[in-house]
């Protein structure tokens, strides 16, 4: 399924922002998701927006080197579908949206967490889950669908929203 550019014609409407390309970046882009909804009245899950908009925005400050802006833009598509892209000047992909088993959820094996029948997706054990990697995982649980695509700058990390919840 081709990825829509949340800028192009065929959304209603597009808001675009560069961030600085520092932590503070993150509370910044929090406040635009969330005043942007608010203006907007858009019906979607505020909360889930403004949680995955400072998880994208903080990976790419994070895992990027250099000082070029952070650029946020948000969508809002004729479907009611809120889309937002973090762009970074980084054309590698985030390792977990580049893993098609990291896309589709960890299939258990054998051991802790593992459950009945061949290839039936297991939560991973706790004592396992790593301090990172979790911004992308929420990424993955909240979003109604997400992945990421190359620009002529670097890449666009993006996901969407589904229209009617607030």
Request: proline share 13%; no cysteine.
């Amino acid at each position: 399924m081709p990825v829509p550019d949340p800028a192009s014609a065929s959304a209603i409407a597009s808001w675009r922002f560069a961030l600085p390309h520092t932590p503070v970046a993150v509370p910044l882009a929090r406040a635009l998701v969330r005043n942007t909804l608010a203006d907007t009245g858009t019906p979607v899950d505020r909360h889930a927006a403004e949680l995955l908009t400072a998880e994208l925005v903080a990976n790419a400050v994070q895992h990027t080197d250099g000082d070029e802006p952070i650029e946020l833009v948000m969508g809002l598509a004729p479907t009611g579908e809120w889309q937002v892209e973090v762009h970074d000047r980084d054309p590698s992909p985030p390792a977990a949206l580049r893993d098609p088993a990291a896309q589709s959820g960890a299939v258990a094996q054998d051991g802790p967490g593992a459950q009945d029948g061949p290839g039936t997706p297991s939560a991973p054990d706790p004592r396992e889950v790593s301090e990172r990697g979790r911004g992308l995982q929420l990424l993955r649980t909240l979003s109604a669908e997400a992945g990421y695509r190359p620009t002529p700058e670097g890449k666009a990390v993006w996901f969407t929203l589904p229209a009617g919840a607030r």
